[in-house]
Nanobody
Protein backbone atom coordinates (compact mmCIF):
# COMPACT_ATOMS: atom_id res chain seq x y z
CA UNK A 1 0.00 0.00 0.00
CA UNK A 2 1.31 3.40 -0.94
CA UNK A 3 -0.19 6.78 -0.13
CA UNK A 4 1.58 9.83 -1.46
CA UNK A 5 0.44 13.30 -0.49
CA UNK A 6 1.41 16.30 -2.58
CA UNK A 7 0.46 19.90 -3.18
CA UNK A 8 1.82 21.49 -0.05
CA UNK A 9 3.75 24.72 -0.06
CA UNK A 10 3.73 28.28 1.14
CA UNK A 11 0.48 30.23 1.26
CA UNK A 12 -0.50 33.57 2.65
CA UNK A 13 -3.11 33.98 5.32
CA UNK A 14 -6.49 33.92 3.64
CA UNK A 15 -5.19 32.02 0.68
CA UNK A 16 -5.96 28.56 -0.66
CA UNK A 17 -4.18 25.32 -1.37
CA UNK A 18 -5.34 21.96 -2.66
CA UNK A 19 -3.63 18.81 -1.48
CA UNK A 20 -3.79 15.53 -3.32
CA UNK A 21 -3.14 11.99 -2.19
CA UNK A 22 -2.44 9.23 -4.70
CA UNK A 23 -3.25 5.73 -3.48
CA UNK A 24 -2.11 2.36 -4.72
CA UNK A 25 -2.24 -1.17 -3.41
CA UNK A 26 -5.73 -0.88 -1.96
CA UNK A 27 -9.25 -1.15 -3.27
CA UNK A 28 -9.52 2.61 -3.11
CA UNK A 29 -13.20 2.90 -3.96
CA UNK A 30 -14.32 1.00 -0.85
CA UNK A 31 -11.89 2.54 1.61
CA UNK A 32 -12.66 5.31 4.05
CA UNK A 33 -9.94 7.91 3.63
CA UNK A 34 -8.73 10.51 6.07
CA UNK A 35 -6.58 13.60 6.24
CA UNK A 36 -4.49 14.28 9.32
CA UNK A 37 -2.06 17.03 10.15
CA UNK A 38 0.76 17.55 12.58
CA UNK A 39 1.92 21.00 13.54
CA UNK A 40 5.41 21.57 14.95
CA UNK A 41 5.61 20.34 18.52
CA UNK A 42 2.05 19.06 18.52
CA UNK A 43 0.35 15.71 18.20
CA UNK A 44 -1.10 14.52 14.93
CA UNK A 45 -4.76 15.43 14.63
CA UNK A 46 -7.60 14.39 12.37
CA UNK A 47 -8.65 17.00 9.82
CA UNK A 48 -11.48 15.06 8.24
CA UNK A 49 -12.79 11.82 6.86
CA UNK A 50 -14.53 10.80 3.66
CA UNK A 51 -16.46 7.58 3.34
CA UNK A 52 -16.50 5.30 0.32
CA UNK A 53 -19.82 6.93 -0.58
CA UNK A 54 -18.20 10.35 -0.59
CA UNK A 55 -19.68 11.65 2.65
CA UNK A 56 -17.21 13.89 4.43
CA UNK A 57 -16.96 14.92 8.05
CA UNK A 58 -14.60 17.51 9.49
CA UNK A 59 -12.85 18.55 12.63
CA UNK A 60 -14.15 21.81 14.05
CA UNK A 61 -10.97 23.56 12.94
CA UNK A 62 -11.69 22.62 9.33
CA UNK A 63 -15.45 23.12 9.10
CA UNK A 64 -16.49 25.76 6.62
CA UNK A 65 -12.98 26.21 5.24
CA UNK A 66 -11.78 22.79 4.09
CA UNK A 67 -13.41 20.36 1.66
CA UNK A 68 -12.46 16.72 1.28
CA UNK A 69 -13.28 14.93 -1.95
CA UNK A 70 -12.25 11.82 -3.80
CA UNK A 71 -11.99 10.53 -7.33
CA UNK A 72 -12.31 6.77 -7.19
CA UNK A 73 -11.48 6.30 -10.85
CA UNK A 74 -8.20 8.12 -10.41
CA UNK A 75 -7.62 6.66 -6.93
CA UNK A 76 -7.06 10.11 -5.53
CA UNK A 77 -8.06 11.92 -2.39
CA UNK A 78 -8.19 15.71 -2.20
CA UNK A 79 -8.17 18.39 0.47
CA UNK A 80 -9.23 21.84 -0.68
CA UNK A 81 -8.18 24.39 1.93
CA UNK A 82 -9.54 27.93 1.84
CA UNK A 83 -9.22 30.91 4.16
CA UNK A 84 -5.95 29.55 5.43
CA UNK A 85 -4.64 30.65 8.81
CA UNK A 86 -1.14 30.50 10.29
CA UNK A 87 -2.51 27.84 12.65
CA UNK A 88 -3.02 25.60 9.62
CA UNK A 89 0.75 25.32 9.25
CA UNK A 90 1.52 21.61 9.53
CA UNK A 91 2.57 18.50 7.72
CA UNK A 92 -0.55 16.97 6.18
CA UNK A 93 -0.95 13.21 5.83
CA UNK A 94 -3.46 10.96 4.13
CA UNK A 95 -4.49 7.82 5.92
CA UNK A 96 -6.58 4.72 5.48
CA UNK A 97 -6.97 1.29 6.96
CA UNK A 98 -7.38 -2.05 5.30
CA UNK A 99 -7.67 -5.55 6.71
CA UNK A 100 -6.86 -4.37 10.20
CA UNK A 101 -3.81 -2.37 9.26
CA UNK A 102 -3.44 1.39 9.25
CA UNK A 103 -1.53 3.04 6.43
CA UNK A 104 0.06 6.47 6.36
CA UNK A 105 1.44 8.32 3.42
CA UNK A 106 4.45 10.58 3.44
CA UNK A 107 3.21 13.97 4.38
CA UNK A 108 3.27 17.26 2.58
CA UNK A 109 4.21 20.48 4.36
CA UNK A 110 1.84 23.43 4.36
CA UNK A 111 3.16 26.74 5.64
CA UNK A 112 0.82 29.69 6.06
CA UNK A 113 2.37 33.09 6.55
CA UNK A 114 0.63 35.94 8.35
Amino acid sequence: VQLQASGGGLAQQGGSLTLSCAASGINFSINTMRWYRQAPGQERELVGTISSAGIATYADSAKGRFTISRNNGRRRLYLQMNSLKPDDTAVYYCNTDSRGRVFWGKGTLVTVSS
